[in-house]
């Protein structure tokens, strides 16, 4: 394998950009080939850049790599005005890629990053070639409109403060892992850490009361492009049986389960999955770099 000098970028993968007029977060880890392929990461609910941070190091190897926090987590702005539906996320993704001028796009999804990404496949059809969606958000529908009502009393930050904080992280992250030796400080204080701005809880309830419901099954139909589920036989927060559904209203797609993992596949088995990814993107597989 060829040896390079790390570019500045690469040291400091950090990045701003302004889009639907808020400020985005992302990273970027470049490749060495100007024409590798791009690979675009959607987190899930509550995730942000950090759950990608075991197979970014893997894939970067591959790709020239851009890791996204969405609208109201992570790092970016947790706006007032933004729209934060799944399917402006998607138009989201969409200006992200037509920003930066960014061709010959993969993208990987996680959770509800799943349905995001199925919705910027739509919008930006030309641009995007294939999917992996990893235990993807499937079949939800919007919340109740009592819910919806709810959401604008003043008091229900604190519903939503006390429903993130009920059982702490710690405890939270049991239900997305099927070995609890996982779980250290290091991925702890990764997913506590945005929940230390208060301006999270209030993206949080608009995230609540704009999410549209998941795509079904017509809808899922009109979703051509070549996906592959990766999913944890022991996924405690969208169970197998999601993914056994979705592979057969999805015109394009193969399900992938993993024996010994459960939700949060990029931090379980990073070198399976990852694995799994190039072998489906056409792109030469790890052992042979």
Not at 66 to 87: C, H, N, Q, W
Not at 100 to 115: A, D, P, R
Not at 169 to 185: F, K, Q, R
Not at 213 to 241: F, T
Request: charged residues 20%; contains cysteine.
């Amino acid at each position: 394998m060829e040896m390079r000098v790390s570019t500045p970028e690469e040291t400091n993968p950090a990045k701003q950009i302004q889009l639907q007029d808020i400020n985005i977060y992302y990273e970027h880890y470049p490749h060495g080939k100007a024409d590798a392929p791009v690979l675009i990461m959607i987190h899930g609910f509550l995730g942000s850049c950090f759950s990608f941070r075991r197979i970014i190091p893997i894939l970067k190897e591959h790709f020239h790599i851009y890791a996204i926090d969405l609208p109201g987590f992570g790092k970016s702005e947790k706006s007032r005005t933004f729209m934060y539906s799944l399917k402006n996320y998607g138009q989201l993704i969409a200006d992200f890629i037509e920003s930066l001028k960014i061709e010959n796009v993969y993208v990987i999804g996680h959770s509800m990053g799943g349905q995001v990404a199925m919705h910027a496949s739509k919008i930006a059809a030309d641009k995007i070639n294939k999917l992996i969606l990893i235990g993807c958000s499937g079949y939800l529908k919007r919340p109740s409109r009592f819910i919806v009502q709810c959401s604008y009393l003043p008091f229900f930050v604190y519903v939503i403060r006390h429903w993130i904080s009920k059982k702490g992280v710690h405890e939270n992250l049991l239900t997305v892992v099927h070995n609890p030796s996982l779980i250290d400080d290091e991925l702890i204080n990764g997913y506590a850490q945005p929940f230390n701005d208060q301006k999270t809880f209030h993206a949080l309830i608009r995230v609540l009361r704009h999410r549209e419901g998941d795509m079904q099954p017509a809808e899922l139909q009109e979703v051509s492009h070549p996906i592959l589920l990766l999913w944890g036989k022991h996924d405690q927060v969208i169970p197998l049986p999601v993914g056994e559904r979705m592979v057969n209203d999805l015109p394009n797609a193969k399900l992938k389960v993993f024996e010994k993992a459960g939700h949060l596949l990029p931090e379980e088995i990073p070198e399976e999955i990852s694995e799994e990814i190039c072998g489906f993107f056409d792109i030469v597989k790890l052992n042979q770099m």
